[in-house]
């Protein structure tokens, strides 16, 4: 017996019925707001391929903090900009860098987030790359060594959770390890376990200022085409000690991260990077999406296929839709 006993349409009736049975319901809960802070005071310019997102100086990183906090949001991921890049990017494990002082004044606001911090080298290395190069080759060891200091340096300014986007092996257990040593136990690691190697990052490079200077990402960023290899990252950062695993970007990933959910029991992140958000903000500035119905419906997805946590530079939009419905 089917039709006309069963009759699906029958819950979908009216709002109040469509509300009930709804099997996935997006709230500001599990959302991170990505920031990028840079040297100075004062200092706001807006990148220009990701309108309403900013490189920002210490004092307004706090400001616009505060406005996240007050949305609801529970965290803020921060990715830093240099005074000056070297070799080495001695900067990324430097006590007064951007990031480090943006921790230290977050926290002194006392205000009501978690502050997650990018562990990577590519904003800080003059040639871009996420690790210490030697003759055009990204070295994996001793990038691991600094990536741990780097680490090292945000849990002393007082961050709650790390979270290393490199990709090289090993970093989680090198990360923890060297956390452990100075007594931060209680710092958590969330890590991208499963990063590709995407054209979505594009505006990113530009906001952090990270595009390598020659070759790309390949010989560390995972290749599209796989899922499988995708499992065995997720499950080699777990053993080394991850908290938390991400899957970056979102949109053209959401098979992995439907099969890392079904896999492993960690709380799972994915990250809608720059590149989905562009293509949001121009087709709506060009009035050939509504802005509103698709960012909620892309990060109703998200969440749909496994992700617990999704960072998204739509947050404060969502928050304030969210609390208007
Ligand atoms: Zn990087």
């Given amino acids: ?13 009216t709002e109040a019925l469509r509300g009930f049975v709804r099997e996935t319901r997006l709230t500001t809960g599990g959302l991170v707001y990505p920031m990028f802070a840079c040297p100075g005071t004062n200092v706001r310019i807006e990148v220009s391929s990701m309108p309403g997102v900013y ?25 830093g900009l240099p005074a000056h890049k070297d070799e080495t990017g001695s900067e990324a494990s430097a006590a007064d860098g951007a990031v480090q002082r943006s921790v230290e004044a977050i926290k002194k606001a006392k205000l009501n987030l978690l502050v997650i911090t990018d562990v990577c080298l590519c904003e800080y290395t003059s040639h871009g790359h996420c690790g210490v190069t030697n003759d055009g080759e990204v070295l994996n060891d001793p990038s691991v060594e600094r990536l741990a200091e780097a680490a090292l340096s945000h849990g002393r300014a007082g961050a709650d959770i790390v979270a290393p986007s490199d990709m090289m092996d090993g970093r989680v257990a090198a990360i923890r390890r060297k956390l452990d040593e100075h007594k931060f136990h209680d710092v958590a690691i969330l890590s991208y376990a499963a ?84 293509m949001v903000k121009a087709a709506a500035l060009k009035g050939w999406i509504d802005e509103k119905r698709v960012v909620l419906e892309i990060l109703t997805g998200i969440q749909r296929a496994g992700a617990d946590i999704i960072l998204t530079y739509h947050a404060k939009d969502v928050a304030r839709w969210l609390k208007a419905c």
Avoid: W
Avoid at 264 to 278: Q, R
């Fill in 1 to 13: 017996m089917t039709f006309p006993v069963h009759r699906p349409r029958r819950l979908r009736r």
């Fill in 55 to 79: 490189q920002q100086s210490v004092d307004q990183i706090v400001e616009e903090c505060r406005e996240v906090a007050d949305l609801g949001i529970p965290g803020v991921i921060l990715f």
């Fill in 195 to 278: 990063k590709y190697c995407s054209g979505f990052y594009g505006p990113f490079r530009e906001a952090a200022q990270s595009a390598p200077q020659f070759g790309d990402r390949r010989s560390y960023q995972m290749d599209p085409a796989n899922a499988r290899e995708a499992l065995r990252e997720v499950a080699l950062d777990i053993e080394e000690g991850a908290d938390m695993i991400m899957i970056k970007p979102a949109l053209p990933y959401l098979d992995i991260i439907q099969r890392v959910r079904e896999r492993f029991d960690v709380p799972v992140g994915a990250y809608n990077v720059s590149g989905e958000f562009a």
